[in-house]
């Protein structure tokens, strides 16, 4: 049994960094005010948030919750 980090999925941060990005272009392809930008920004503020969700799950999955005597 090794103890190497397993790195084929990405993990929490790269996640947050999409949802970053994702989110900041959403809003410049809102202020466009053409259907197709409304259309483009809308749909990268949904990536965005899928992306903020999933880090956050991964995130809560490294720290795993304590009972009331610290144990995990």
Do not use: C, Q
Request: avoid cysteine.
């Amino acid at each position: 049994m090794t103890t190497e980090k397993d790195t084929r999925k990405p993990g929490w941060k790269a996640h947050s960094g999409v949802a970053l990005i994702s989110v900041a272009v959403g809003i410049v392809f809102l202020t466009g005010g053409e259907t197709i930008s409304i259309i483009a920004g809308t749909s990268l503020l949904g990536l965005g948030i899928y992306h903020f969700v999933v880090a956050l799950r991964l995130r809560r999955d490294l720290n795993p919750p304590t009972d009331e005597k610290g144990r995990p």
